[in-house]
Structure formats: structure tokens, C-alpha cells
């Protein structure tokens, strides 16, 4: 079964500190996996996705992600936070099949503060 | 150009009340997902459509949750006799293609649904 586990429920930094957010997952094959943000009252929106191309995946606004296959992780990292990165992340893996949804963590809260 | 939307924004219903949730997906988008949003969990699915028919709805909860799409655009989620344990925010996705690992699915701003 597919499955990823956000282990921080809230992060907290400083502006221009580096951020690091972690996702495990777990997958009976290789996996998809996907970094969203949602920002208050927005849907979501996709930073950046592993397809089993490059293991580290750049993405947008700063972010990047590697994929470890001997950790079965997928961090989320920024090197320097910025006020407007403060949101929720999910990260997801894809469910595979002919159905294609997502399966998603439980968020994590990421406060900057100034 | 328009990315997903849906309406209402904002829904507020009482205890054994029908409502109907609307998606209006990306133009040209064969494939459409629903997925529900608890407070303080990710997106959890519900049902998949791809054109009008619906492809997998092992994510309902119960027979009370219903969707369509009929014309194989806009998608109408349906729940009767709602119960408080509703309450949610409820999110549609598109995307234009299907049963591929590079499948990006472009989320609407959802609607949150409170059950008094």
C-alpha cells in the first residue's frame, strides 16, 4: 500500500533561514511523489514532483526535494526562508493504477517569523 | 487562463439537509477528482471521473455522498441527510491526463461545508 507520513505537524523559523520540512514514504513500487503548498483560503498548489527522473527535483519559488530510496524520503528544503513561505505543505504519493489520486499526509505548518 | 473553480465558497447547512457542491474544471481536462478536507488533516479522496462516467468512488464514505458529471465537464457533489461529521472543506482537482505517474492534478480554491 502507498502511504507518506509528514513528520512535523508545525515548523517555526526565521526569515532567511533555511527551511527543511520531511516527508517518509511508503511504496510497493517505485514511487510519484508530489510537494503541494495551500496558502489560507487557496487551493493547492504544486511545488514540485518526483517521477523517477532526476533524484533531486527543483521546484518553484526556491524549493527543492531529493529523494532517498535507502531513507524512503522526500524532504522538502528552501535554503533561505522567505515571510511569504509561511503556509501549509502535504506532501503526496501517487496511487498508482488507472486512477491516479493522490494519497496525501497530514500537513505541515510552516510559520516564518520576521 | 481559469483554473479550477468551484461554488459555493462557503456553505452553511442544517443537520439533515441536502447539498450540492460545484466544480468547474480546467477546459479540455478529461480527468476530475473530489477530495475532502478535515481540519488539521491532508485531502483525503473521495471519487474519480474520467470524461463522464466515474472510475473509481471507493472514497465515499457512505451511500449519502453522490457525484456526477454528466456532460463530462462540470462535476455536482451531492450529499444527503447531512450530519454534522460533514463538515469539511471539500476540494476538486483536474487534470488532463490519467493513470500516469507524471499526472499533475490542479486543485480548486474548495468549498467548506459546515453542518449546524
Known sequence: AQ???????HVSVSEGTPVLLRCNYSSSYSPSLFWYVQHPNKGLQL????????????GINGFEAEFKK?????HLTKPSAHMSDAAEYFCAIFYGGSQGNLIFGKGTKLSVKP | GAGVSQ???????????????????????TALYWYRQSLGQGPEFLIYFQGTGA???????????????????????????TERGDSAVYLCASSSRTGSRYNEQFFGPGTRLTVL
Open chain 1, 3 to 9: 502511504s507518506v507520513t509528514q513528520l512535523d505537524s
Open chain 1, 47 to 58: 511545488l514540485l514532483k518526483y517521477t523517477s527522473a532526476a533524484t533531486l527535483v527543483k
Open chain 1, 70 to 74: 535507502s531513507e524512503t524520503s522526500f
Open chain 2, 7 to 29: 461554488t459555493p465558497s462557503n456553505k452553511v447547512t442544517e443537520k439533515g439537509k441536502y447539498v450540492e457542491l460545484r466544480c468547474d474544471p480546467i477546459s479540455g481536462h
Open chain 2, 55 to 81: 472510475a473509481d468512488d471507493s472514497g465515499l464514505p457512505n451511500d449519502r455522498f453522490f457525484a456526477v458529471r454528466p456532460e463530462g465537464s462540470v462535476s455536482t457533489l451531492k450529499i444527503q441527510r
